[in-house]
């Protein structure tokens, strides 16, 4: 699978971002797709995922009610949408796909096989 992320940028505190995750290889509705965050020092933290065999959707607890995940079958992208962001959501954005994740994986991130390269989120104060 390939994965291409976009829609980065720089705002402030309170805005929204909408991220997309653009994929193409294998069947698409197999696979789960998470977007993963990294800010400078610190790990790759988990943000979202969705499974979409069954659209069933995943969030880390500092994300929800803020963030939402959803996947396009027909245009093979899946989009985090980010509404009220945080200085502290800054990062830079993954997102990962694999076809074979257990739920107790699903935000780990060794966990998954294929990876897009990045795209940078500022939120300003």
């Known amino acids: 699978v390939q994965l291409q992320a976009s829609g980065g940028g720089l705002v402030q505190a309170g805005g929204s971002l909408r991220l997309s995750c653009a994929a193409s290889g294998q069947t698409f509705s197999r696979q789960t797709i998470a977007w993963f965050r990294q800010a400078p020092g610190k790990e790759r933290e988990f943000v979202a995922a969705i499974r979409l065999r069954g659209g069933h959707t995943y969030y880390a607890d500092s994300v929800k009610g803020r963030f939402t995940i959803t996947g396009d079958n027909a245009k093979t992208t899946v989009y985090l949408l980010m509404n009220n962001l945080r200085p502290e959501d800054s990062g830079v954005y993954y997102c990962?796909?694999?076809?074979?994740?257990?739920?107790?994986?699903?935000?780990?991130?060794?966990?998954?096989?294929?990876w897009g390269q990045g795209t940078q989120v500022t939120v300003s104060s």
């Open positions: 990962a796909a694999d076809p074979s994740i257990i739920l107790s994986s699903i935000r780990v991130p060794r966990s998954y096989g294929y």
